[in-house]
Nanobody
């Protein structure tokens, strides 16, 4: 299973980025899609997730700055990140839980400069 994550880059503090994750359609229709991040020297942590019906769950640490959404026509889940701060610097990964297995995509690097 191949998930494709896009949209990382270098941004100044206070800026915004939108990450995209393309998910195979068979999983996109039934799975829970999540965004996670791993900063240098730290464990991977969940950022937000969205179910097939559109219910979302966002970690308190980023709530109010991060929005997860999905485009059913494009089999894509987005992570809109606003007011980015240097502590948001990390490799961001998307995942897809199909009810039996969790599938991971390659990460996309987000670097926030102060």
């Amino acid at each position: 299973v191949q998930l494709q994550a896009f949209g990382g880059g270098l941004v100044q503090a206070g800026g915004s980025l939108r990450l995209s994750c393309e998910v195979p359609r068979n999983i996109f229709l039934i799975g829970v899609i999540g965004w996670h991040r791993q900063a240098p020297g730290r464990d991977r942590e969940r950022v937000a997730s969205i179910t097939s019906s559109g219910s979302t769950n966002t970690e308190e640490s980023v709530k109010g700055r991060v929005t997860i959404s999905r485009d059913n026509a494009k089999n894509t889940v987005y992570l809109q990140m606003n007011n980015l701060q240097p502590e948001d610097t990390a490799v961001y990964f998307c995942s897809a839980w199909d009810g039996r297995s969790n599938h991971w995509g390659q990460g996309t690097l987000v670097t926030v400069s102060s």
